[in-house]
Structure formats: C-alpha cells, structure tokens
C-alpha cells in the first residue's frame, strides 16, 4: 500500500497558529497521481501545557470526490475555508458534512480547544481520573477529540509543536524532530489509512533498540527507566510470536509508551500504559503481549463500527488465553471466565456479543472479552487447529488496514475450513443466553463381552444450542473421550466400554460456553460484587471504621439492610456482604473471626441455606486500612478470601472448583463390606473405650437399636469408666428433674411429669426405660443435651436469626453445615 502514497511538496505556506504563539511552517502535500481512495488529513499543532491548551489547523483532502464526515467534537473552531474561501459549516453533535471537495481543493480548519486544569504537582490523586485526553505540565495524552477527524478511515500526517524537555510520539513510521525556540518540533508520518491520530508527550528518557529492520522503544519516566531494557526485551518475544501465529509485523515501529494515568491501550506504533500499571511484575507476562497483539487485531485489522468488536475476544484468546494454555492452566483460564460471566452477566437486558462495542463495565468485559475469547477457543476446536490458524493468517493478510467485522471473520473460516459456520456464529453473537447442560445415566447394560451405559445429555435452553460437548468416561482401565454433537433439549448417546464407568464428565476442560454447575462454581469476590441485588449490613456503632466503606460499596449497587431485618429467609435468598461484627447469629456460620491487627480482611463463603447464593465478611482494623483497599478490589474477583495490610495483599485464598459436570454412575453408591471384616460388639467397645466423646445412633422407634445401646454402657461401664449418658429425649431446662431422679430424690412417675417427657418426646417410654433404669441402679448421671422445643419450634419457623440473645445462649457456637440433608 506504501506507493499509493507518495508524497511531494507542492508549497511552502507559513501559519501563524495564534497571536501569541510560535509560527511553525507546515508543508501541505498531495498524493501524486493516483487517486486516494480516502481522504487525507494535515494537522498542525502547538500545545501550551501552562495554560491546558492546544491550537491548530488542519488540511484536508478528498482526491476520490466522494461526500464524508468531519468529527471536530469539542473543539472551538476558527475559520473553515475551501481553497481560502471562507464557508460555515453546518455542525451537528460536533459533526458536518463535506460535500463538495475534490481534486487538488483543500479544505482548512482553524481550531483550538482547552483542557480541563491538570497540575498532578499540585493534586496527585487527579492521575487516578486520567484514563482519557488531557494537557497537563507533567506530560500530556491527546487521544479523541483533540483535532478534527474524518469519520471512516483517512490518512493522517501530524506536526506538533511541543515544549523542548519533553518527547512526543503518535502513530507514525518516520518521526522527525527540529528545535524551534523553547519548543520542539516533531513530524509524524503514518503511511497508512486510520481512523483518526493520537500524540503522546512527556518528559522521556528514550530507549530504543532494533530488530530487523524495526525500530523498538521504551518512552519511560526518568524515576522508572530501569525497568526499560525489560519491556524491550519481551517486546520481541512477542513481536516473534505474533509474526508466527499471525503474519509480519505491519510497521517499522514500536514504542512502549508511559502515562501518568491508568490506561493499558494498544495503538498503532505504541502502546499507552499507565506508570503504576508498568510497574506491577506481572505486566510483562501479560497486558503486554495482549496490547502488541492489538498491532494486529485492532490497530491494523479495525474493527469496523457498525459491526461489533471482535478484537478483544480474539486479542484475549491469543495473548491471555494463550499465555496459560503455554503453562498447561488453559482450562484454569477458561473456568475463571466462565466464572466471571456467570458473576457479571444477568437479569433481563443482557447484551450479545454483537452489541459490544467497548468495555465499560465488568458485565460488557465477561461479553466483550470472555464469551468472545470463548467463541474464538470453540470456533478452534470444532474446526481444527491447521485450519484455524490457516484463517487466522488469511484474515490478517485480507483486512490489513481495512475494516473488519464479524461477519468477515465467519467468511474468511467458513472458506478455509469447508465448515457452514452460519448457526455456529449466529447462536455465540446473538443469544443472550448460554447453555445449561445436564446428563443422567439411562441404563447400564452388560453385552456379550461388552459393557454398555446409556447417557441422556439434556438442556435447558429453549431452543437448544447447537453444540459439540467433550464426554469423558473414567474406567479402572482408563479415561475414553468423546464428543457428542447435541442440538435437541434431550439426547441419549450409548457408550460401549470393557468395564462400566465409575464416573462421567460433561466438559471436564471446560472447552464450552455454558452455564456452571454448583460445584463448578465456587465463592468468590466476583460473586459478591457482580450479584444483581446485594446488601451490605452494618451496625451502627461500627460507623466509624466502616461507614466511609459502606458509601464505596453503595457506588457498586450495595444497599444498606439493618441488622435486625436479616431473617433466614432473607438471607437464603439474597447477596450479604457483613461489614464488621455481627455476634453469634453470623459467628456461627463463619467461626469466630477477628479483625486482622493492622489491616483488613474480606471473606466470601457458601450460603449454607442455597447454594446459589454467597455471603461475604468484612472486617478491619481501621477506616484508613479499608480506604486502602476498595479501589482494588474488583480486581481480585477471583478470589474467596483476601487479607490487606496497609493495601497490600498479605493473604489470598481461593477454593477449589470442580472441572466439568459430574454424572454420577449409579453402581458408585452401594457401599459394603467384607463379611470377614465383621466385627463382635466387644472388639468395638474395646477400642472406642478411650475416647471423650462417643456416638450411639438409634431409629427412635427400634428396640433391638436401645437394647445395643444399653450393651455399650453396659461395658463401658464395667470397664471401670467413669461415664454420663447424654439424652436428645431431655431439653436442657430439666436437667434438675433427672438430677434428682438419678440420686434417688424423686421416683419414675415424678420423673417423668418434671421433665414432660409425654409432651416433649412422645416415644414410647418404654423403648428408653432399661437405659434410665440401668442408669439410676449404678448412679450414672445422665444429661439433657436437646434445646428447649420452644426454640427449635422457632428456628424451623422463623430460622436462626429470629433468636433473641438469651434464646441464642442455648445454641451452640460452631455448628457443622456440610449435612445437606440434616440442616
Ligand atoms: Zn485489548
């Protein structure tokens, strides 16, 4: 595309660009002979960092004649002129249109604009809100909305007038710079069409080495330059890697470029990221690679805006994805997307995929990036990876410097793989939902020879989702891999095996978009922060630590519950973050938890009532130690617990997660044991007689089960032990009443109308008599475990957290939630 473009100087035409300002000469220039197909845009600014401000003007072309669009958003404009005749332009939401301009015409725009006041010498904390334009002392970042553009692509050159300490860059593959008084004078010349320029300045210290012909640069503040010689040095790991995967390198440039601010973009030529990001560990192994790869994806393929954004699913599957699956954590990547998406991406306007454009939020990522990155891994598996790559490079050699959308991808692998990929896109783009998938084993068969298992694969979605689901079917004698298509609600496969399955998976490398199971899905932060409606709890004597952190959560979509509002009801059925403590009611659950000395800790747990649902705690040792920590949060949403010390993570946990559907195989369940492991009731006693604590179960209603339990006492008691017997049949207030019957104080009748056995238990009495009687004979107390019925009455009523405090005192502190079936 380089000879489309050749440029010479038609004139040479000096410009004041203000009254007050230094005058810069600007050569304007024209294609040659050819006509361009889009038009061409010079721009010409001076940047005034002490007073926030850029002026300049612009030239453009249109050597094809066709009608386009200027963009001038915000910008305050000067005289507009075609060939020095003044016109005035119609402008609509920061836009007009240019209708009549062909040939060798030029249109000229007078601009200038001011930026809001940024001084970070004077307010630091204002680099935290740099995540767009801004002309600042320190340095400056002119994104959008800076000069005008055309709307579509067009070419840019770009001279810029800059203060002589600092160093500027924009996209461009020959830059050069002249000293003009106290101001440097760069060019910038970018041969290809764009959507628009960007100009980067600051007070660098260069680094610049050169590989093949390339140029490669670390534009980095003085205080961090040592860090420079590492980002160049992976800079061509990757710069190798993608020309690999995906094709040449598209230009004679690289810079990694830093920013006051907290940005991570890729650009063409550079990319932008904020001093802070550069400076965690991590980002070299990661972020960087992701945006070199926007080179590609993104800054050389666009992405067409009518269409949808696809580049960063497909820069995230490359870079991201790839980065783990290289260290054998693939399926680790893709399960925490999935647990993302199913975090962040719910209720009732849920976007597609196909309504994404750029990531504003959790939701739009766990779409944008994660049920993309999915879709590209998917499109990989169901056309093989020879072919995928194979399109992979075809695509980037069609739309290098085009635009591209979805719709040109599914061409471009259609053609390659001889695949009909028209449903494959269409249900990944346009559905809201994703699959829930389910299995049950039909039947087992024994065949001659063969064993056989008959497994129904169903799903929830109405219509069904046409998808490929890898089975797994673990046997003594190995692990069998299949891969069933399924595009009904219900299908039954038939797998023949020598030996019969002891365990079934559904996905177990978590290959599909699809709906995690409960034991897929773990606690975690995400969780908490990505439920639709979430509550934060907090007592109004712990204001003072935690109140300045409950205003935080309420700007993620907390809102504030009384304490004496959370009924079990409520809490099985809702997102409860506890901030501080809350006694017994929620010690129970989660065990007595201290405040970190110094610090601060949030825990997210299972909700032991619907495990659908998380609970979190909060607890810290200051209202500055929280301060520290709620910026970064929504960052570690991967994790179940995470403790801070004065804003940095001294403690993380995460719980693990079960890989795949687990289809149970009914022949898994029967337990049993070897009639010559049978033991006598003696040998039994012989060796539990050391112990505290032992358990006698009972069905109330057997006999046989009292009279056994009556031998173990019996022995026990023979033994020399010194014992007591504890009875679920007694509430704890009688506990006098079987004192005195057990000394001899009162007889089996009083007994019994004291302690109200025929209101309370209600068993036949009789079951239990040789136990008490046993028991009376040889003085061996005996002791009312159960709580009063008036409680228990309440708790299966109204549920733990209706107790008052003396009820409370009746329950114990630690209670075991793992029975399911027993709470
Ligand atoms: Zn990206």
Not at 238 to 253: A, N, S
Request: charged share 25%; aromatic share 10%; glycine share 6%.
């Amino acid at each position: 595309m380089n000879s489309l473009y050749r440029f010479y100087l038609i004139s040479v035409v000096t410009l004041a660009l203000s009254v007050s300002g230094p005058v810069i000469t600007i050569e304007a220039w024209t294609a040659q002979s050819d006509k361009s197909p889009v038009p061409t845009v010079e721009t010409a600014v001076t940047i005034d960092v002490k007073n926030f401000r850029l002026s300049g003007e612009a030239f453009i072309e249109n050597q094809s004649g066709s009608p386009f669009t200027i963009d001038v958003g915000q910008l305050i404009l000067g005289a507009v002129s075609i060939d020095g005749a003044e016109i005035t332009p119609s402008i609509t939401d920061g836009r007009f249109r240019v209708t009549e301009l062909s040939g060798d015409s030029i249109l000229h725009i007078r601009f200038h604009r001011r930026f809001r006041e940024t001084d970070l010498n004077k307010h630091p904390y204002q680099r935290h809100s740099l995540t767009g334009s801004y002309i600042s002392p320190q340095g400056l970042v002119l994104l959008d909305n800076w000069c005008p553009t055309v709307d579509g692509l067009a070419t840019y050159r770009l001279t810029a007038l800059v203060p002589d300490d600092f160093s500027a860059v924009s996209e461009a593959d020959t830059v050069t710079v002249t000293p003009s008084g106290t101001m440097h004078r760069y060019r910038f010349h970018f041969p290809h069409p764009r959507p628009g320029i960007s100009l980067i300045a600051g007070p660098y210290r260069i680094s610049t080495i050169k590989r093949k012909g390339l140029e490669i640069s670390a534009y980095f503040f003085p205080e961090d330059q040592h860090m420079a010689a590492k980002y160049l040095e992976k800079s061509i790991y990757y710069l190798d890697l993608y020309e690999r995967i995906v094709g040449p390198y598209p230009f004679r440039r690289f810079a990694i470029v830093q920013n006051r601010g907290p940005t991570g973009y890729g650009l063409s030529t550079y990319t932008l990221l904020g001093q802070e990001v550069t400076r965690l560990p991590f980002i070299v192994d990661t972020s960087l690679g992701h945006e070199i790869l926007h080179s590609w994806f993104g800054n050389s393929v666009y992405v067409d805006p009518g269409q949808g954004n696809w580049s960063e699913g497909l820069t995230t599957y490359l870079a991201d994805h790839l980065y783990e699956e290289q260290k054998g954590l693939g399926s680790e990547y893709r399960h925490q997307l999935l647990i993302d998406y199913q975090s962040y991406v719910h209720g009732e306007d849920v976007p597609s995929l196909s309504d994404f454009r750029s990531r504003t939020g959790r939701t739009d990522k766990a779409i944008g990036y994660g049920r993309s990155a999915m879709l590209f891994h998917m499109l990989k598996m169901r056309i093989g990876k020879p072919a995928f790559d194979q399109a992979l490079k075809k695509f980037y050699s069609e739309f290098c410097f085009k635009y591209a959308g979805w719709n040109d991808i599914e061409t471009i692998f259609a053609r390659v793989s001889r695949d009909d990929l028209g449903l494959f896109f269409h249900q990944w783009l346009e559905r809201t939902d994703v699959p829930v998938l389910s299995a049950r084993i039909r039947d087992e068969m024994t065949l001659p020879g063969k064993k056989a298992v008959a497994l129904e694969l169903m799903q929830k979605n109405d219509p069904p989702y046409s998808v490929r689901v890898p089975v797994v079917l673990e046997s003594s004698c190995g692990n069998y891999r299949h891969v069933v298509d399924f595009n009904t609600r219900k299908k039954t496969v038939v797998f023949k095996t020598e030996l019969l399955p002891k365990k079934i998976i559904l996905d177990p490398e978590l290959e599909l978009m699809r709906s995690l199971s409960a034991g897929e899905y773990p606690p975690a932060l995400s969780r908490l922060f990505g439920a639709e409606e979430k509550y934060y709890v907090l007592n109004q004597d712990q204001q003072g630590i935690y109140g300045q952190f409950a205003a935080f959560l309420e700007t993620l979509g907390f809102s504030s519950r009384s304490p004496d509002s959370i009924s079990d009801h409520f809490f099985s059925s809702n997102t409860i973050l506890f901030l501080g403590d809350h006694g017994p009611t929620i010690e129970r659950l989660t065990g007595k938890t201290p405040s970190p000395v110094r610090g601060a800790k949030i825990t997210v747990r299972a909700n032991p009532f619907n495990s659908s649902q998380v609970f979190g705690t909060v607890k810290s040792s200051s209202r500055e130690q929280l301060r520290q920590i709620s910026r970064k949060l929504l960052h570690y949403g991967r994790y179940t617990s995470l403790t801070f010390r004065n804003g940095k993570i001294i403690d993380k946990e995460t719980t693990p997660a079960a890989s795949g559907i687990e289809v149970p195989v009914s022949g898994d369940s029967v337990h049993g044991i070897a009639a010559a492991d049978l033991r006598t009731l003696q040998s039994i006693v012989d060796e539990i007689s050391e112990s505290t604590v032992i358990y006698a179960g009972e069905q109330h209603d057997l006999y046989s089960h009292h009279l056994t339990q009556l031998k173990i006492i019996k022995a026990l008691h023979e033994k020399g032990h010194e014992i007591s017997v504890g009875l679920e049949m007694f509430q704890q207030p009688y506990q006098n009443a079987l004192d005195r019957f057990i000394t001899g104080k009162t007889d089996e009748v009083t007994f019994l109308r004291e302690t109200e056995y025929f209101e309370r238990w209600r068993f036949d009495y009789r079951l239990y008599r040789p136990i008490i009687s046993y028991c009376r004979k040889n003085r061996i107390p005996l002791v009312a475990l159960n709580v009063p019925a008036e409680i228990s009455r309440k708790v299966a009523r109204q549920g733990l957290m209706s107790l008052t405090e003396e009820e409370q005192r009746h329950i114990p502190d630690d209670i075991d939630w793992t029975d399911t079936a027993y709470r």
